[in-house]
């Protein structure tokens, strides 16, 4: 007697995407509930199974859902902000001053569910996500029917939704409890990356994601500058430092996986972590080409995915296959590199294996969930089909299908787009929305950033410096004393400087921060000017938090050497006013009590304002911040200064109200 | 008085990618007839005409049509043949074969039509194509109303339209002719390429081109090998090689570019090229990244190319243009490398100065042509919108629209495409034909090329030789007389080699041509084995014509050095029959008449079928063939050798009749 099936498709050519790599050219395919039964040739199943409801396919291909290995979704409402950026003046100078000021649930809830119509117009199922209040990321999602690995992001630095680690990881331990279990949801730990977290945070992530058994998504060796950093740092490429703080404990999900060497990769298959190889974003920021012929070949489960819609632009699955194919064909100078088969195979099985879900979804097998696209390849721009190698459909189904071919998407056994027809979200009412932001949005940069630092990056490199930054600045009647404390026990000096700084400030009307162009002589032991730098910084107003004694934690700065003359800049910049300050610096890099503090001693000779001290550290989350900020009192006191009566004003603040 | 339009567009953001590079957010656009007569602001505009007709454009871009500035449009109906293989392989295992026996007038025509269709669809009013049967090339291209330059390809090889250059050139006369000042056709002049023509075709290709003022469109520097190629065989890289035979005394258009120097680029830039940048192409081919950014900088006229659909797989130039951006970011390590703005720019104005043809279209100003396109920028994947800075809209457009949010074209004053409706071609006939085609070459293949061949090139890089050849073969009772003739004067040994051959041939049912694995002993004087080379080769039924006394025009053969053991390719091949053969070979390269040829002198050891003299020399047109046909007859008479009765048949045919 035939089996009883909720679903029967029928008249497909179903590519089941298994380990036999299975196709049946008049194929079916049961499911019952959210189940898949079988899949197989249409006679067969048609025998096989008495179908409540029959599916007639049109001749379509029937394949499992695209999965999505690497994005940050929600990101999708800040899609063409900014681009044709250096990374860093992109994130620092756009994307994380937006961020800071914008977003929240709903923030996160919108995007998200405009991320998800895209994802199910374009056939993608199941996809990896890194985000903030990424709570609100499982709901919308679970709420549009869509398959998530949902990682709630962790790092050093005050977030949108923390202001340090340790709240970070408690939240994410909720996030994990309540989403646990969940039919679409698989909540995950996400340490943002090596660089941008502490030994400490890594190890509490990996023990955190192991104790729930989730997977821990994170970052790695994305760019060749990280890894410089990384071996100059810790002695290590990326992959055996992650090992050392037992990253590897949990089911790591790496994303990039850009600039890793031949025994990273025998590690990371050794700990079996999946990989997410995100070729747009790879080639767009240019950071490199993965070696992925070679993950392939050392049996790791390479996932593809988008990365994020602010730096990709889109969420396009199809093109991102297509990019893998055609860039590691290019890098490996070898056209039969990375096939058609091998890259759909990747955005499928292998990347739900990279998420370690692939026992649930990736494939059209029995007993996974019903997780599959019905997609068109009968369009004139994919036409006519060849049929005398059975890999033709994959390549037609990389080389030439577009995303917008996806005409029917089913996730766990629901149907969440027919016809072309979304279900589940309404993307009218979402588009104005997001138009709305779009346009606050617009003004908040306008208002703040816009005309002098996009100059600043117009004319060369920018690089952001000390983005949180303790400090204290004190008056100081007779310096004396302090250069004596200096030489004292419980201090240690690890190296002095001497410089003459000539300072000329631009300000701008409507205001726009401050920039200044310095003019850096370097002296030697004889006070002989031994060299000149000249660099160019701009400065907002600080509006972080201060804390007692006006111990305050500084804002980002954009830095850029200055090639030109301050000729070429006043013309260039045409601010609204000048201010020229010129001081002597005495800076000394010390380690004080464990931590390491600059002490700029200043002498202001124009105008004439006699000495000062200012004493900075660095700083990544409010429990360190806040232990910093009463040391660096303590170091004053050691210094023989009071901290009765601190200066919160920069420099040329002073000298403009002591006109 | 308002001045009289036929059509004003309204309600649109006009990019007009004008030297000013001008947008009009409420912009509107004013033609007459197949001329544009002014861009602006609505609302000046709805002063200035008293339009006959006005189109609401519902906020959607209006913007020139793309150019796509090199493509082999007919090969759409070869899309998918054969995808994931080296150049070589592809193109003389599938393509080239298919070609010869498939591609007629009739072929072009559908083909073009099918690739005009799926032009229409992605937004491309204007394309320079190079092809067989040009002329309906042209036909297919006016009838759907797409503007294009069209050029007839000549080379040294035969093609599907010609038997030698000498009737291409002729050919290409008369298609210039015909189609000279037709409003949509511009014909051109294709040398295929400097190292498949010879230093005759393309003086005279250029000269064709001068005398009618048309452009001369073909491929430079694609691959390192050419240019490794080039500096062996004439001492200088392609372009002074091409300058050198006078290229440049027509408007060239040359695609690729990808392995040319700067004083390359300087010749190109002073020479007035214009360059067709094809990265899809360069990336699935492995060919490398053309130094875009530098043409660029240099002044020249880049424009953007899909290349052919057989290799691509599809003609969509918003894909393209977007992959411009990324490789140029990619091989320059600069994610400021070719901007948004820059990559569009590419696609319209640069490419239609590209192409010769920037006077008349490519952008929206007043006297060019009305080719332009609507776009849809409020779809889910390419929302929201930023307009802080006004390249945002590029940056939307090249990194987040899809072919497919193309909703209406017009060309040349015409509507092609109104609300995704194709208004000059019928898809579904054509698709209807193109599938009938389809299983036509796939029967073909299947049957005469398919599982040796492909099995051979799976094991391994094969490569194609002696494409078309002139022998003949005669059997001799004494080889003395033909030793002492060699040392005559009127004949000059350039060099002699003597092996000991010892041939494997397999044979298959069906038959599919016959595998040969060779085990060739060098022989030093003393008749010591100096070394051994084993080699692999798949020989086809020679099936090209023959000339009088058995001379014959072989057909290509595929060769691969041979790294396994005979036992091995035994048992991977798995041949319905198996014939060895052992011979004593000696072989000497003389010039004989100002022409090269192979003399090889066989002694049949097993089986024992005594002396066989065979001559050799390659050809590449029908005017060369045929005097060399007559020069091998008379070499073997200075030999001594009677040509009254030649062997026609190869050796493993001589020895399975002998049996």
Chains 1, 2 share one sequence.
């Not at 019952?32 to 899949?39: E, H, N, R, S």
């Not at 800040?78 to 000021?101: C, K, N, S, T």
């Not at 380690?591 to 002498?603: I, P």
């Amino acid at each position: 007697m035939a089996e009883k099936a909720d679903l029967l498709f029928t008249n497909a050519l179903v590519l089941a995407m298994d380990e036999a790599m299975n196709q049946f050219e008049v194929g079916a395919l049961a499911i019952k509930g959210d189940t898949i039964l079988a899949a197989g040739p249409e006679a067969e199943l048609r025998k096989k199974f008495d179908a409540k409801e029959i599916v007639d396919c049109g001749g379509k291909v029937l394949m499992p859902g695209l999965v999505n290995a690497h994005t940050h979704v929600p990101m999708t409402l800040l899609r063409g902000l900014a681009d044709d950026l250096r990374l860093d003046v992109w994130l620092m100078g756009y994307i994380m001053p937006v961020e800071r000021e914008f977003v929240n649930p709903e923030f996160v809830r919108l995007g998200t569910s405009i991320g998800c119509a895209e994802f199910i117009r374009s056939g993608v199922t199941t996809f990896a996500d890194m985000y903030y209040f990424e709570s609100s990321v499982a709901e919308a999602t679970a709420a549009a029917g869509l398959r998530a690995v949902c990682g709630q992001t962790i790092m050093r630095f005050p977030s949108p939704d923390a202001q340090s680690f340790e709240d970070s990881l408690a939240a994410t331990r909720q996030f994990i409890e309540q989403w646990l279990n969940h039919p679409l949801i698989v909540p995950a730990v996400s340490p943002h990356a090596p660089y941008s977290c502490t030994e400490e945070i890594l190890r509490a992530s990996a023990a955190l994601a192991a104790e729930f058994d989730v997977p821990l998504h994170t970052h790695i060796a994305e760019t060749a500058f990280e890894v410089e950093n990384a071996r100059r740092d810790w002695g290590m490429p990326v992959v055996p430092y992650v090992k050392k703080q037992n990253l590897f404990d949990a089911k790591v999900l790496a994303a990039h996986c850009v600039h890793v060497d031949a025994g990273e990769i025998n590690t990371l298959k050794h700990h079996g972590a999946g990989i997410a190889h995100n070729p747009s974003s790879n080639l767009k920021l240019a950071s490199g080409a993965a070696p992925v012929a070679e993950m392939l070949n050392a049996g790791l489960n390479v996932g593809i995915g988008t990365d994020g819609p602010a730096s990709n632009n889109d969420l396009d699955m199809f093109e991102e296959v297509r990019l893998a194919a055609f860039l590691s064909k290019f890098h490996t100078n070898d056209p039969t590199s990375l096939p058609a088969q091998t890259a759909l195979l990747m955005a499928t099985r292998l990347g739900a294996q990279a998420l370690h879900i692939g026992q649930r979804t990736g494939s059209l097998e029995a007993g996974k969930r019903a997780d599959l696209i019905l997609v068109d390849i009968n369009q004139v721009h994919n036409s006519p089909h060849f049929r005398r190698d059975p890999n033709s459909v994959y390549a037609q189904l990389v080389y030439a299908t577009k995303a917008t071919d996806v005409s029917d998407v089913m996730v766990n056994g629901k149907w969440v787009m027919r016809h072309h027809e979304l279900l589940t979200l309404d993307e009218s009412e979402m588009l104005a929305h997001a138009a709305d932001l779009a346009k606050e949005i617009d003004s908040f940069l306008i208002a703040r950033e816009s005309s002098v630092l996009s100059k600043l990056i117009a004319i060369g490199g920018t690089t952001q410096e000390e983005s949180f930054e303790i400090q204290v600045k004190v008056k100081v009647e007779d310096p004396k004393p302090i250069l004596g404390a200096l030489t004292k026990p419980g201090i240690k000096i690890i190296y002095n400087r001497h410089y003459r700084e000539y300072d000329a400030y631009f300000k701008f009307k409507p205001q726009q921060g401050i920039l200044r162009y310095r003019e850096d002589e370097f002296l030697n032991e004889r006070g002989e000017v031994d060299h000149v730098r000249y660099r160019l910084t701009l400065v907002g107003d600080p509006h972080e938090r201060e804390f007692p004694s006006d111990v305050m934690l500084s804002r980002s700065r954009f830095l850029a050497p200055a090639n030109q003359s301050l000729r070429f800049y006043r013309e260039y910049f045409q601010p609204s006013e000048e201010i020229h300050i010129v001081k002597d610096r005495r800076r000394w890099l010390v380690r004080f009590k464990d931590t390491e503090f600059y002490v700029n001693l200043d002498r202001m000779d124009e105008p004439a304002l006699g000495f000062f001290l200012e004493l900075k550290t660095r700083t990544w989350s409010r429990r360190d911040a806040e232990h910093k900020s009463t040391l660096v009192l303590e170091l004053a006191k050691f210094l023989g200064v009071s901290t009765q009566e601190t200066e919160a004003r920069e420099y040329v603040r002073i000298v403009e109200e002591n006109k």
